[in-house]
């Protein structure tokens, strides 16, 4: 595993820096495939591949609007033609191909996440030991989700909808971490929803924490 942690100011204009480092690696590991998750990895392979030839650069994109600036679907056609487009879903595919020209059904794919239900499944806590760990109510109803805290997941618009609702049997329990977080946490506590919105932050085994939830 190789680390490089380059900054955003890094990869802009013409990434020299990291085409420097990552094309001498690609020179000595001799590297046949690329594979390059989101919008920016994908612009430093488009450059990279002037100057190394792989086989095949796979991108893959994870969520809606990565193509909406037109420079980067331009930058998509002239710099990876024949690179495989993978939507983690079939809205992201559909985005994909309306916005990337030339973008075909030939490479433009539905790449959904991969799961395998029966190793998840051994794993599972029971209702009340997740419950117990997560901090969560033993008498209510828990509506659960698991992802990141942006933005982009829409958490505060669950937050605006949890304040409409006049009952308080249920709460909302969320596992995940973000640089969001602090946003939502000032939004439950202007909407007084302590106790019914809760943040109960990352966990490296958060699907083993699902039979805490009585709704997915």
Known sequence: LVCYNFSKSQIRLIPFKPLKKLLKLCRAR?????VCHRYKPAYVAGWLSKFYKFKKIITVFHGLGEFRRLSRGIFFKYFLPDAIKAGVSEAVRKDILENVPGAGDND????????YPEALRRNYRSRDA?????????DKFVFGSIGRLVAKKGYQNLIDAVSNIERDDFCVAIIGDGNYRGELERQIKRKNLEGRVILCGWSDEAASYVKAFDTF
């Not at 001799?30 to 690329?34: C, K, S």
């Not at 433009?108 to 799961?115: Q, R, V």
């Open 130 to 138: 997740a419950r117990a760990e997560l901090g969560l109510p033993t």
């Open 30 to 34: 001799e590297f046949d495939v690329l």
């Open 108 to 115: 433009t794919i539905t790449l959904y996440n991969a799961m």
